[in-house]
């Protein structure tokens, strides 16, 4: 009834080694996760447990078999990769050919954008120390979504729903949202088309590579609403939205509207409050058309025959939430919820008048007006090769180079965060979830954790002949007010184990 919900984020980086054109990206990949690791993890490095997942299982009812799926799904597979657990309850280990960061659990959208942004600074943190090593090339990270060359990675959401929810809903009332969604979550590109061969600018790094709308696929056909159905929790009260359309941010508003707008919509659908269809025709084709038109001119028909612009869809989605908020808690609502609302509101009202005027909130506005500056100044056409290397370079992580960084610390940019939270979190875990117990031990008791996923931490006591596991289903349990004291008053993990099995 409101932003709140177990939610989370997964960011695969582009990556480059600066004079080889030709290196290995798996290599480099690794280079950077073991680097990290080798400077920031004591003693034992835990691994990462694969028993739990099931990456092949359909929210339509039904699992895919092993032989038909493309390798890139088989990720309950241990390939072998640099694979680690941070203190702050992350993962962030090798996605084939990119190093990726998966959040620790969160509530609210606020904390959300703190360890989304946190992964950020463990990434540069993670390539400067890579870069370090003896005879070693520099390694280049950018958050971004594509090569430009016909290759496109993720930057996913997730977030727990009731397992009660009917797919069916699910997917008829997402699907306009997400084709509109851009407008406000977008990080912008030069370049149309999956090889960005096509002269121009669009809303969206990712919207060229969606082809259908339905599936469980993420790296190929990729679907607007995709069907994994893992939730990492337990299956008969929780399932897991794996979202995978959305485009990898580094404005910390366009984060925060991204998953809380999401948030909204979705307790909507778990409440049946959308009685509204707001179904899009051809929505694979409306998606592309939509981030291809920057003006916001471009007019999407309904399936009742209506047509209105993304933003206007958009408002549509707002109004409802209004009053859905209003019909569930009246004036008693949290600060995020309202906040969410309100910021969700300025942005859609001033993106209908003049999107630049959201240049200081939004990635695509701000790389828009950026790119348009250089077009001005030098008479540059949407074609010229100066125009994509700005693009590339909004998207580097380093504060000295990237664009982004450039534009905050120019006061450019609007920031939710300051610096100091940000480098708080790429150690502490949230409070709030089980991912609290998950980072705290693996700073407690390193040399005494042997593997841990999402739904557990497994132990290697003394004088055990097995490893030992503890389940963690309940994401909402093993927080600080659940177990923070146990593990003050534990210096041991075997009397940690004991306490929590006698």
Not at 164 to 171: G, H, K, L, Q, Y
Not at 205 to 233: M, S
Request: with cysteine; charged share 25%.
């Amino acid at each position: 009834m409101s932003v709140r919900r177990v939610m989370g984020t997964e960011v695969e980086y582009g990556i480059s080694v600066q004079g080889q054109p030709q290196a290995n990206p798996m290599l480099a990949s690794s280079q950077i996760v073991n680097a990290y690791a080798t400077a920031t993890l004591r003693a034992r490095r835990a691994r990462w447990d694969f028993e739990e997942e099931s990456p092949l299982r359909d929210a339509r009812g039904y699992d895919m078999a092993r032989q038909v799926a493309d390798p890139s799904q088989l990720t309950d597979e241990d390939l072998g990769l640099a694979n680690i657990i941070l203190t702050n309850g992350a993962r962030l280990y090798v996605d084939h050919a990119h190093p990726e960061y998966s959040s620790p659990e969160v509530t609210n959208p606020l904390d959300v954008v703190r360890w989304d942004k946190a992964g950020e600074q463990v990434m540069l943190d993670a390539s400067l120390r890579a870069s370090q090593l003896p005879n070693a090339p520099q390694i280049l990270l950018y958050k971004n979504n594509t090569d430009n060359k016909g290759a496109s990675y993720g930057a996913h959401e997730n977030y727990l729903m009731r397992r009660s929810t009917p797919f069916a809903d699910i997917v008829k009332h997402l699907i306009p949202f997400f084709v509109s969604r851009q407008v406000v979550c977008g990080a912008g590109r030069v370049g149309i088309g999956q090889d960005g061969s096509g002269h121009g600018f669009q809303i969206s790094q990712r919207a060229d590579f969606f082809e259908v709308e339905v599936g469980l696929e993420t790296t190929l056909k990729r679907p607007i609403i995709n069907t994994r159905d893992e939730p990492h929790a337990d299956p008969e009260k929780y399932r897991r939205l794996h979202v995978i359309l959305g485009d990898a941010n580094l404005s910390e508003i366009s984060t925060y509207l991204k998953v809380g707008t999401t948030s909204l919509v979705l307790a909507m659908i778990e409440d049946r409050f959308l009685t509204y269809d707001l179904t899009v025709e051809n929505p694979v084709a409306a998606l592309r058309a939509v981030s291809h038109d920057p003006t916001l001119r471009h007019l999407l028909t309904l399936r009742d025959g209506r047509r209105m612009t993304a933003v206007q869809l958009q408002m549509e989605y707002l109004d409802l939430a209004r009053k859905y908020v209003e019909d569930r808690h009246g004036s008693d609502v949290d600060d995020q919820t309202s906040d969410v609302l309100a910021r969700w509101e300025s942005v859609l009202d001033r993106l209908e008048q003049d999107p630049l005027s959201c240049a200081s909130e939004l990635d695509w506005v701000a790389k828009l007006k950026l790119l348009t500056q250089y077009r001005d100044r030098d008479g540059l056409e949407w074609d010229d090769a100066k125009l994509h290397l700005i693009d590339l370079q909004y998207s580097d992580i380093r504060p000295a180079k990237g664009l982004y960084h450039r534009l905050v610390a120019s006061g450019r940019i609007q920031r939710l965060l300051t610096d100091e939270t940000v480098d708080g979190a790429m150690h502490e875990p949230p409070e709030d979830t089980r991912a609290y117990f998950r980072g705290r031990c693996l700073e407690k008791y390193a040399g005494d954790v042997a593997a841990a996923s999402w739904d557990s931490v497994i132990f290697d006591l003394p004088g055990r002949e097995s490893l030992q596991r503890i389940p963690t289903s309940d994401p909402l349990r093993g927080t600080k007010a659940h177990v923070g004291g146990l593990l003050d008053s534990c210096d041991t993990a075997e009397r940690l184990f004991a306490a929590l099995t006698r």
